[in-house]
């Protein structure tokens, strides 16, 4: 595996070993009753925030409810303790392969498909007692649709940025090919997107529950890095922009992540349905679907693993598809004619999102154009030479490789989102060198540091910049414009909102350490690349 995707899945698997890491002092929390069942969680008594862990909010989706949508949890009798960290969802690595097969055709540390559990963090008074109304943030955890889990995500630490002043929801839900098998016969006797249901559900569980810890769940903020954050997009455009009732009003992306989103019995994920039919031995069955249903949930594992490494390098398989309800045409499409739930937006993007998932190590053999038709396998060779011609002057061929995955996967679809929200939203770019993908993450859960400090690494430890930018996401959330600050005295200036004149924030440093926030023009070569990847989005099936 290439160093950099090594590093990239270990800060994606930091919850498998954090939940047995992890222990503080800590005093017994009130006892909140769900209807369904009783959880007491804890309260630290020198931060006074109470954390309720392990929450279920779907009943375990095995047997016959593998790739079914989710339903409610059964009623659990007596008081359920919520002060460990739940097992997390069954993972998988990305692609290895340096070509990608759909051109032509373990993990055991806490894992389990019973993982539909929820982590709620919220400020409260020394007996746990929550202060009330306070705004949401309900985080979605990356990891490309098949790897990650909540447990890593400390909402103490997004609580401390923003002065105690919002409640923290992070979510779970199934991953790989446990909650995004694809093809027609999914569609016909289970759930496509079963992974989206997951969060759906987990979200419809905050509207209905977050005021007894303390929320309004009027006032919603979805956020989620990488796959978290194409999750929010999911979301945003999910029931053709009108999801009743409204679950969130604004949505925070970091580093949005689009892959090729084919409808459901498109060739390719039919060719996935019959890779995982094939591998698990249900070729012969009369039902296939019930056959997968039945398999041991190792081998599924296994299988699952073994679909997602054989990929195209740095690319994840098991991602959404266009399934005709939930999620009705391309997002692509459907933010071009401004379908989209939610009031606002915040996106923000890392410089160098691409640099991660490509092999670095083909530098002497980098073609653009050859590398294009092998990350959209939809391309015919007359767009494959577009896209060398588009990308001749981004430096070398190795760079120039990097910003094809960085902008056509990650960059411009935030625009894309930015665009359906224009005069409501606001655009940031973090460029702390080296600026790569998932590096953002540690300024706004700073326990990431502590819990994995040679996997994370370390960050630009300057006070000033990390207030100014993991406030950004806080005072957003609060108050759906970051100009409305959590703490006047930050750094930040003025920020304007994303419109016609295409200004964002830039979070950068001089090479002396001084900080640097300050508004910049978008670059207006890239919008052109963007717009290229827009007309072609047909073909790239976003």
Request: aromatic residues 10%; glycine residues 8%; negative net charge.
């Amino acid at each position: 595996m290439g160093q950099a995707l090594v590093h990239v899945f270990q800060v994606l698997l930091l919850g498998v070993c954090f939940a047995a890491q992890w222990t503080v002092t800590i005093a017994a929390g009130p006892i909140i009753d769900l209807g369904y069942a009783q959880y007491q969680g804890s309260v630290n008594t020198t931060t006074n925030v109470a954390t309720f862990l392990g929450v279920r909010y779907a009943t375990p989706p095995l047997g016959n409810l593998r790739f079914r949508a989710p339903q409610p949890p059964q009623n659990i009798t007596g008081v359920q303790q919520a002060t460990a960290f739940p097992n997390g969802c069954w993972q998988a690595p990305p692609g290895l392969s340096s070509t990608n097969p759909l051109r032509s055709r373990a993990l055991d540390i806490g894992m389990s498909e019973d993982c539909l559990f929820l982590n709620v963090y919220y400020p409260s008074d020394t007996a746990g007692v929550p202060i009330a109304s306070l705004p949401v943030i309900a985080w979605i955890h990356g990891g490309g649709y098949i790897s990650g889990s909540a447990s890593i995500f400390r909402g103490t630490d997004i609580i401390a940025q923003s002065n105690r002043g919002v409640v923290v929801v992070a979510i779970q839900y199934r991953l790989g090919l446990f909650g995004f098998l694809p093809g027609a016969e999914v569609k016909n006797n289970g759930a496509l997107n079963a992974g989206l249901l997951d969060q759906d559900f987990a979200l419809r569980w905050v509207n209905k529950h977050i005021a007894k810890f303390g929320g309004d769940p009027s006032k919603v903020t979805i956020w989620g890095e990488s796959a978290g954050a194409g999750s929010v997009l999911q979301h945003i455009v999910a029931n053709d922009g009108n999801t009743q009732p409204q679950l969130f009003r604004a949505a925070i992306t970091s580093s949005t992540f689009l892959p090729s989103q084919y409808n459901y019995n498109d060739r390719i994920p039919e060719l996935l349905y019959s890779e995982v039919v094939s591998q698990t031995g249900c070729s012969s069955a009369a039902d296939s679907l019930t056959c997968l249903r039945e398999i041991d949930p190792v081998i599924m594992v296994l299988v699952n693993v073994a679909i997602n490494v054989a990929a195209f390098y740095g690319t994840w398989t098991m991602v959404p598809v266009v399934d005709g309800e939930f999620i009705t045409q391309r997002p692509t499409l459907a933010l071009a004619h401004g379908k989209v739930n939610g009031e606002g937006l915040l996106s923000v993007t890392n410089s160098f999102e691409g640099t991660s998932f490509v092999d670095q190590s083909t530098a002497a053999t980098a073609n653009a154009t050859q590398y294009a038709l092998e990350l959209f396998p939809n391309f015919e060779d007359a767009q494959a030479a577009n896209v060398g011609a588009l990308y001749a002057n981004v430096g070398s061929p190795l760079s120039q490789n990097d910003a094809i995955m960085g902008e056509s996967i990650f960059i411009c679809p935030t625009y894309y989102l930015l665009d359906a929200f224009a005069g409501r939203s606001y655009k940031g770019e973090f460029a702390i060198p080296p600026a790569l993908h998932g590096q953002d993450q540690a300024y706004y859960f700073p326990s990431l540091l502590v819990d994995q400090p040679n996997v994370v690494g370390t960050l630009y430890n300057n006070t000033a910049f990390i207030d100014a930018f993991a406030q950004s996401f806080t005072s957003f959330a609060i108050s759906l414009d970051p100009n409305i600050k959590v703490d006047p005295t930050t750094i930040t200036p003025a920020w304007n909102k994303w419109e016609a004149g295409h200004t964002e924030m830039l979070f950068n440093k001089t090479e002396q350490d001084v900080p640097v926030v300050k508004p910049v023009m978008t670059d207006e070569t890239l919008l052109n690349r963007c717009r290229f990847w827009q007309s072609e989005s047909q073909q790239t099936a976003q």
